[in-house]
């Protein structure tokens, strides 16, 4: 059997959840380049007609990007500082 490609591709399904104006009137996900988002989109009216105003926000979620913050902070924390000799005959 043939994997399918999702690159470049998405789906964006009504929100039911909606109870704000400001929350989305549709909600999906989409595969850019190997790396997923989540899709957000408006209903608006404009000069030109009806139009649909998309937002894209990466999956990973701030915990995740928190321990990577944090593993690198650690890391570079816990190198050792060596003084250097000042070898500098002024």
């Known amino acids: 059997m043939t994997k399918y490609d999702n690159n470049m591709r998405g789906i964006l ?4 959840k909606k109870q704000k104006d400001s929350h989305p009137d549709y909600k999906g996900s989409c595969e850019i380049d190997g790396i997923e988002y ?3 989109g408006w ?7 009806p139009a649909l105003s998309i937002n894209l926000e ?5 915990k995740q990007d928190n321990v990577k913050k944090e593993q690198s902070t650690k890391a570079y924390a816990n190198k050792e500082v060596k003084d250097f000799e000042d070898d500098i005959p002024f």
């Open 13 to 16: 399904f009504k929100n039911d």
């Open 58 to 62: 990466k999956k990973q979620t701030n």
């Open 43 to 49: 209903k608006k009216e404009t000069a030109k007609g």
């Open 38 to 40: 989540w899709i957000s």
